[in-house]
């Protein structure tokens, strides 16, 4: 029970590393306000996870601000406190650089990037109230790397590396932490618009020789989340197989 007595916010919960993210986080007695802007995935997922302890769904796009500043509310309102903020929702519009059009490359800025922004100032007041608080941020090799075809995704996941690292300084004073994971190429849905083929060419490029799967992201996150990484800050955890893209 590393997470006992604590609230997390985890975003994208409806699918993916989020969803099983919002699994680990109850079973270690976390209370979990799922968001996404997927609604009815998330409320079948919420349904299904009562089971395993407190959960709620919220249905918020993170790239609209009054929407996330009313769903921290919600939360607060409810559970009472915010110890935990998982900024784990993202989109890919992956296109070679002469194809891609401008508004691919802003919609993938405003999720990733916006999202990330919106939902950190939303709930940091509300972890200085704490005198304490965890913030993970998802990036990804791409935004280490680089990647053909993801010049948004790439700028927008590097950006996420920028907004850990300053705030960790911004922040670590006041008893928050900051830090990101950085995972490689996961099984869940967004690896699977990828060609075959460049699967195979690209796991020629992880030693572990195999991709990742959710649960490896979200047991970095917990890590991350929970008290055991207290003097860990302005870190970017890759969690990719030791992948060299
Ligand atoms: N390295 C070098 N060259 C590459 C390349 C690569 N990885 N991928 C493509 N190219 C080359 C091709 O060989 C081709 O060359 P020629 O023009 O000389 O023939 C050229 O680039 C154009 O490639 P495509 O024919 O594939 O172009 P397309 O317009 O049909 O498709 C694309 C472009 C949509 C970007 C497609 O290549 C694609 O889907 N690529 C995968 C992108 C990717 O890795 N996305 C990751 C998604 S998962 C994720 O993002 C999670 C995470 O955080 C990692
Ligand atoms: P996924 O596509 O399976 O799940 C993402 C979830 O985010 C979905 O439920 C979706 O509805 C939600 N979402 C998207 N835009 C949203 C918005 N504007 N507001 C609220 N919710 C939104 O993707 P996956 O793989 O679980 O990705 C999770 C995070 O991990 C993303 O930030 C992604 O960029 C990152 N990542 C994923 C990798 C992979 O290979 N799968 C590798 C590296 C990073």
Known sequence: MRLQGKVAIITGAANGIGLEAARVFLKEGAKVALVDYDAMTGEKRVAELQAEGEAAFYQVDVSNESQVVEMVAMVKERFGKIDILINNAGITKDNMLLKMSGEDFQKVMEVNVNGVFNCTQAVVPHMLENGKGKIINTSSVSGIYGNVGQTNYAASKAAVVG???????????????????????????????????????????????????????????????????????????????????
């Not at 907004?163 to 099984?187: C, D, L, Q």
């Not at 970017?236 to 030791?242: K, P």
């Open 163 to 245: 907004m850990t690292k300053s705030w960790a300084k911004e922040f670590g004073r006041k008893n928050i932490n900051v830090n990101a994971v950085a995972p490689g190429f996961v099984e869940t849905a967004m690896v699977e618009t990828i060609p075959e083929k460049m699967i195979q060419t690209m796991l020629q490029l992880v030693p572990l020789q195999r991709l990742g799967k959710p649960s490896d992201v979200a047991n970095a996150y917990l890590y991350l989340a929970s008290d055991e990484s207290d003097y860990v800050n302005g870190t970017v955890l890759h969690v990719d197989g030791g992948v060299m893209m």
